[in-house]
T-cell receptor
Framework: AQSVTQLDSHVSVSEGTPVLLRCNYS??????LFWYVQHPNKGLQLLLKYTSAATLVKGINGFEAEFKKSETSFHLTKPSAHMSDAAEYFC?????????????FGTGTRLKVLA | ETGVTQSPTHLIKTRGQQVTLRCSSQSGHNTVSWYQQALGQGPQFIFQYYREEENGRGNFPPRFSGLQFPNYSSELNVNALELDDSALYLCASSSQLAGPEQYFGPGTRLTVT
């Protein structure tokens, strides 16, 4: 079975400084991995996805993530945080189980951006 | 291209009642998944529908049931509501032809009193 662990429940950064949100996964297969963002009282928006192509994946709003198989990691980064980045971020792994794909969510990381 | 829509946006029910939540999938998507997101938690997979059949289920009791219609829209039904069913219910649509990612609706906030 696959699972995903988000290593930090809360991260605080100053505006204009780099963002790092950490995610580790366990997988028996070559996984599909995703990062989603959720602003307060909103649904989830796809930031980026990894599907066994390039290991460095670029997403929307300046975010990117690097798939490292040796470290079973898929950390999300952004060079310079903006106030609008304050939100909850979820790392997701897609698992093939019993004939269907299921999406396993991490517990989330709340990003706070300080002025 | 029309995104995923859900109705209603908010709902208040009493313990023991039944509720139906609705979801319209993104244009061209034939698979719909439902998730429950309790306050401060990540979304938990309830079940998935593909071609009007349930083809995957998470760890939820049978009082959580669903339907998918020929136009790929879907309903989530919850019977005998419990206080712990209070949550944000998210619908996501996808299509294998379009890629592995899911696209989420804005959710329905259910409060059970």
């Amino acid at each position: 079975a696959q699972s995903v662990t988000q290593l930090d429940s809360h991260v605080s950064v100053s505006e204009g400084t780099p963002v790092l949100l950490r995610c580790n996964y366990s997988s028996s297969y070559s996984p599909s991995l995703f990062w989603y963002v959720q602003h307060p009282n909103k649904g989830l928006q796809l930031l980026l996805k990894y599907t066994s192509a390039a290991t460095l994946v670029k997403g929307i709003n300046g975010f990117e993530a690097e798939f490292k198989k040796s470290e079973t990691s898929f950390h999300l980064t952004k060079p310079s945080a903006h106030m609008s980045d304050a939100a909850e971020y979820f790392c997701v792994v897609r698992e093939y189980q019993s004939g269907t794909y299921k999406y396993i969510f991490g517990t989330g990381t709340r990003l706070k951006v300080l002025a | 291209e029309t995104g995923v829509t859900q109705s209603p946006t908010h709902l208040i029910k009493t313990r023991g009642q039944q509720v139906t939540l609705r979801c319209s999938s993104q244009s061209g998507h034939n698979t719909v998944s439902w998730y429950q997101q309790a306050l401060g938690q990540g979304p938990q997979f309830i079940f998935q529908y593909y071609r009007e059949e349930e083809n995957g289920r998470g760890n939820f009791p049978p009082r959580f049931s669903g339907l998918q219609f020929p136009n790929y829209s879907s309903e989530l039904n919850v019977n005998a509501l419990e206080l712990d069913d209070s949550a944000l219910y998210l619908c996501a649509s996808s299509s294998q032809l379009a890629g592995p990612e899911q696209y989420f609706g804005p959710g329905t906030r259910l409060t059970v009193t």
